[in-house]
């Protein structure tokens, strides 16, 4: 049995193929747990994503970025000016996995 308190606020859903995905390493899960839990408009910052989840060297995040990638939870987008010249990299993250070009597939292989 569970009991569940009622939750007006503070608390995130995700859904519970994402929450049971063990095809990440440990860390790797519960970093994207852990970016899961912020609000939709929340903007990646790599010293504050370090920080919340102890993360020692942005090489170590990179990696973890990486991961999340290739199982299709995260993307990185890369946003132009009129000129076509890159101003930014945006990254977007799915609480399900999503890969360019295809629907509902589970190979992530060469989106990097």
């Known amino acids: 049995m569970i009991i569940r308190e ?5 608390f995130t859903q ?11 390493k440990p860390a790797v899960h519960q ?4 970016m899961l839990s912020m609000s939709d408009n929340w903007v990646f910052r790599n010293s504050v994503v370090m920080r919340g989840q102890k993360i020692k060297s942005e090489s170590t995040l990179r990696d973890y970025y990486r991961e999340l990638v290739k199982h299709g939870y995260l993307e990185n987008v890369r946003v132009t000016d009129e000129k076509g010249r890159v101003v930014r990299w945006d990254k977007i993250l799915h609480e399900k996995p999503v890969f360019p070009g295809a629907e509902n597939t589970n190979s992530g292989e060469g989106w990097y």
């Open 6 to 10: 009622k939750r007006p606020e503070g």
């Open 31 to 34: 970093l994207l747990m852990y």
């Open 14 to 24: 995700i859904p519970n193929s994402t929450l049971r995905d063990a095809s990440m």
